[in-house]
């Protein structure tokens, strides 16, 4: 494949803003003079740790490790290769690429073309929507108060009946038959390959960028033989239990509520539902039941990390959606955010709620909204007589885990009360059989293994040098400062005085490496030279690079930060005027003053001092 030629590398980079690429998966919050931080994506996290630099392009978690710029962050998130992810970005901003032969952009493959695959898939449903054929889908519809303008802000389409109306439309934009079956498109049977979607409404599943990754399908006919909803099978940019349907129109209200909410549904029409009434936070999974990985990707949009946020399940009424609930409440705490339950009157799902009864009791299942906990004690209890000692004595064994699982101190000890008063039961025989069930449940919980460190990431075993394994010397407090100001605001310092600051070896080694890669930076005035600069660094001081490129700098505004970098680099340049003199001095002492090369070093001391003398001034 060409080549793209480095100019219009670096111009897609320096024209987008990091920090929109990186906002669309992880909620940022200001961390400080220049500096965004929010949860890692690359690993869980309760306190965010991933820190993120608009102005060098670059980010950095503190936790993990990772770092690099926004071609490294979209092809670990996509996992996409760095031509598709430049391609992608040009895209995004409308740039045309330039390749190395001269030729226009070449055919992208692998995941980029699986994207794309389904990004054809979904314009066809859309325009099948409008089609004769397609008067039942619309009825469907209609009949759950959902007009044109909710089916075209949601993207619902059409798969025609016929047996490879898509298959042909596609193949006709220059999709191969392996591309669709790998997307999930079409399958292969004893007739050949056939579309997977026949005869359905379809809405096209996003991830939170809003790129279409797979389909949802509602069967319409009564000689479809198959289930009732048909989704997308797993694929290279599709796994359902990462994604949630609705993510990416809920994302940017999420971020702003206050307090940040998640209302999580049970279907797409219950999405549909609950935005279309004014829940515009509502996401669904996608044939499958919530769970970890559902709860990492909702933490990272919610920008998690304080209880202040809410997530509640609006489940249905009967025993399926009360089981639903309460595998839910199993990862309960994995959230710091406070989890609800909210049941619709009569058991109606948000869907049917809004078609029965209007929006706005729709929007009043937040007012009736209760604790997971609570939720989960009272359907635990339900299950027992408590009229009689032998019901009540089987509800409290039954509940008491329920409570020993909340982590929260403060918390545990109230819900004891509240177990108390449903049972009629003393506290303290409360307390003695939660104390009991906790120790039980620690004592089974398997015993977790110490993860090795990575030696396949090139630094052969050896652990990464951080700023916290600096050494506590002035000296290194003063190389660590100024290469953190260095890399953060070198374009707007002096480039002379810089260079001549970071010429000289430091003293602290780790700090060495990474001043070695500064000082060989040519132009520091060209967009992304710093995120250049830490990938130069040599391992295993790269990470310590990617820290002092991300630590936020210690000042109240960005004239402040350049300001203190330009006095941190002439302390340098006089650190080292001051080494020196103590060299002449020694020198002085091992020749005689009367002689050619003591008068000599007596002129280069005087011109050392007057030298001196201006950076002190100055």
């Known amino acids: 494949m060409p080549r793209i030629r480095q100019a219009d590398v670096d111009e897609v980079k320096a024209r987008t803003n990091i920090a929109d690429i990186v906002g669309e998966r992880v909620a940022l919050k200001s961390a400080g003079v220049g500096s965004l931080k929010g949860l890692c994506p690359f690993h869980d996290e309760k306190s965010p740790s991933f820190h993120v630099r608009p102005q060098v392009g670059y980010y950095h978690c503190f936790g993990c490790g990772e770092s690099g710029d926004v071609y490294s962050f979209l092809r670990e998130m996509d996992h996409v290769s760095f031509t598709e992810a430049v391609e992608r970005l040009a895209g995004r901003i409308g740039f045309a690429l330039h390749y190395e032969d001269g030729g226009s952009a070449p055919e992208t493959s692998g995941r980029s073309r699986l994207y794309a695959a389904n990004t054809a898939a979904a314009e066809f449903f859309r325009a099948q929507l409008l089609s004769p054929e397609a008067e039942i889908g619309r009825r469907f519809l209609g009949e759950r108060g959902f007009d044109a303008g909710a089916a075209a802000h949601f ?31 079409v399958s292969t049977g004893q007739r050949g390959v056939y579309d997977r979607f026949r005869g359905r409404l379809v809405w096209p599943i996003r991830d939170v960028s809003g790129q279409t990754i797979g389909f949802g399908a509602r069967k319409l006919f009564d000689d479809d033989q198959g289930p009732k909803y048909l989704n997308t099978p797993e694929t290279p940019i599709y796994k359902k239990a990462q994604v949630l349907y609705g993510l990416d129109l809920a ?27 004014g829940l515009t936070t509502a996401i669904a999974t996608c044939g499958t039941a919530f769970g970890t990985d559902h709860i990492k990707v909702l933490r990272r949009v919610m920008g998690d990390d304080n209880a202040s946020g809410e997530v509640v399940f609006t489940f249905d009424g009967d025993e399926a959606g009360q089981k639903a609930a309460l595998r839910a409440f199993t990862e309960d705490d994995r959230f710091n955010a406070q989890t609800f339950v909210a049941v619709a009157p009569d058991g109606l799902d948000p869907c049917d709620l809004r078609l029965q009864r209007g ?36 509800a409290l064994r039954a509940a008491a885990p329920i409570v020993a699982e909340i982590r929260d101190r403060l918390l545990r000890p109230g819900y004891e009360r509240v177990l108390a008063r449903r049972l009629g039961m003393d506290p303290t025989e409360v307390h003695g059989e939660v104390e009991r069930a906790a120790r039980g449940g620690a004592q089974t919980q398997t015993r ?29 407090a003063l190389e660590r ?95 080292r005027l001051q080494q020196d003199k103590f060299e002449l001095n020694s020198a002085l002492q091992r020749v005689p003053a009367d002689s050619d090369g003591g008068r000599a070093l007596r002129m280069r001391l005087r011109d050392l001092d007057a030298e001196r003398q201006r950076f002190t001034e100055s």
Not at 256 to 269: L, N, S
Not at 449 to 476: F, H, K, N
Not at 482 to 511: I, K, S
């Open 155 to 185: 993207g619902v389409g059409f798969a025609p009946k016929g047996w490879d109306a898509m298959l042909k439309a596609l193949t006709a934009q220059g999709f191969t038959r392996d591309e669709l079956s790998t997307a999930g498109l």
């Open 251 to 277: 994302k940017r209200d999420i971020a702003r509520g206050d307090p940040r909410r998640v209302v999580v549904v049970e279907g797409y029409t219950d999405v549909m539902a609950c935005h279309l009434a």
């Open 448 to 476: 977790r293994e110490p993860v090795p460190v990575d030696a396949g990431s090139g630094t052969t075993g050896i652990a990464p040098v951080t700023l916290g394994s600096l050494p506590r010397t002035a000296d290194a």
């Open 481 to 575: 400062d100024a290469l953190m100001g260095a890399l953060q605001y070198g374009h707007q310092v002096d480039h002379d005085l810089l260079t001549r600051a970071l010429a000289d070896e430091f003293r602290t080694p780790g700090l060495d490496a990474v001043r070695e890669a500064v000082a060989s930076a040519a132009n520091r005035a060209r967009a992304g030279w710093a995120t250049d600069a830490v990938n130069a660094v040599r391992e295993p001081y790269r990470s310590l690079a990617g820290e002092l490129l991300m630590t936020p700098f210690p000042a109240r505004n960005e004239e402040g930060a350049v300001a203190s970098t330009t006095d941190l680099a002439r302390r340098l340049i006089l650190r």
């Open 359 to 394: 929006d706005a009791a729709v929007r009043a299942l937040m007012d009736a909204k209760v604790p997971m906990f609570e939720f989960a004690l009272d359907r635990k209890l339900g299950g027992f007589d408590l009229s009689t000692v032998e019901g009540r004595v089987g």
